[in-house]
């Protein structure tokens, strides 16, 4: 029986420092729960000469990988590096060397998730990545046990606390995207390069893990249909609120018989759906499962202790694998062949937005084009405009594929009546 477990910690920036601080500031209560105590016995830093706030002593600190994966008094490494390829070469010499992890690193997860579990079933060792989604959200536990007898339909998802933030202070705030985004950057919720969030890659790793997860399947990066929020034109969340509304970059996951749909892009979503009260840089996912029906799972998506807090429940769960001899012996394996489905197996219902010349017979020559790709409009509403002398038009269909939506778009934007295809949104919210 041990009589403590001792911790590698790679990396001690943002999360690491809030790791170490909730391993000291709770030592008590985690030496409770578990019965023997959990200490960090080195980090694993770039300059050890920095100065750090930490209670942690200086000599603890290494430079060397090779110390703390060749310590056999090292139980469990904790990966908090960031990025791919240091982070993921870390994570597998320490499998190899039949240690556990618990890294909070979404983009490995995302890019080398499948290859990496397999590696700890092979080498009997744990691999958890709670905090790899959601920060202080319990997501990846709840998906693996809490609804593990259920069958997940489908997942919708804020997934991403900058662009949330954004679109927060675009619509209660009258700001630009432009001025929202520099008080995001100013705040810290958003990056020096903001590309990865709002381009969608950010939200778009996320939902590869969900979905993978919860589908039990192997979801690719390349299965995700990804749009940013930078086709979001001016006027565009004030039109979605006059018509019921809210704007949101969501992450969206389904799965029928015809296979599984992945996407994360800008929607419209129903003012009475929970999603579209969460603002600022919290993230929330609805889950949609046969026998637990829907279910909300809210909370902070960043920051140093929610997802500090997401990382030591990890070390708490694989420390206790270790405590009961029972580590490595989680099955990781997809039961599904990943089949993803083809456009025209995807439905949903579109809001278009098109600029068009003022004249008469535009409206009837317009809805010729959506009939001639089988398409039904539930609303057409015009509106003038100020930019061009043309007019608005404002289109909502019934439910119709994503290739023939993508084929209409083809052939508005080759119509002589069309200025601009300014927006277009997938109506999100309810299932199919």
Known sequence: MKNEI??????????????????????????????????????LVKDTEKERDTELQRDIFTA????????PSIDLIVEVIGGTSEAKQ????????????VTANKDVMAESGLELLKLADENKSDLFYEASVGGG?????????????????ALTGIVNGTTNFILTKMKHENKSYEEALAEATELGFAEADPSADV???????????LSSLAFSTEVRMEDVFVRGMKDIKPGDLELAEQFGYTVKLAGSAKKDDNGIEVAVEPVFLPNSHPLSSVNNEFNAVYVYGDAVGETMFYGPG??????????????????????LGVNGKRLHAPQHTCKVKKDSQKFGRYFHRISVKDKVGVLTRLSAVYSKFGASLATVIQHPNKHDGGADLIMITHEISRQQHLDI???????????????????????S
């Open 6 to 43: 001792n911790i590698g910690l790679l990396g001690f920036g943002v999360v690491g420092s809030g790791v170490a601080k909730i391993l000291h500031d709770h030592q008590d209560d985690l030496s409770y729960k578990l019965g023997v105590p959990v200490k960090i016995k080195k980090v």
């Open 64 to 71: 060397d990988l090779d110390e703390i994966i060749d310590d």
């Open 90 to 101: 870390a994570i597998e010499r320490s499998l190899l060397s039949g240690k556990g992890v």
């Open 137 to 153: 959200i319990p997501l990846i536990r709840t998906l693996e046990d809490g609804l593990s007898s259920d069958r997940i339909r």
């Open 199 to 209: 381009d969608g890659i950010d939200a778009a790793r996320k939902m590869v893990i």
């Open 302 to 323: 960043a920051g140093s202790l929610p997802t500090a807090t997401s990382v030591t429940s990890d070390i708490m769960a694989a420390c206790r694998n270790l405590l």
């Open 409 to 431: 778009m083809d052939e508005l934007k080759n119509t002589e009546d069309v200025i601009d295809v300014l927006s277009h949104y997938r109506i999100e919210g309810e299932l």
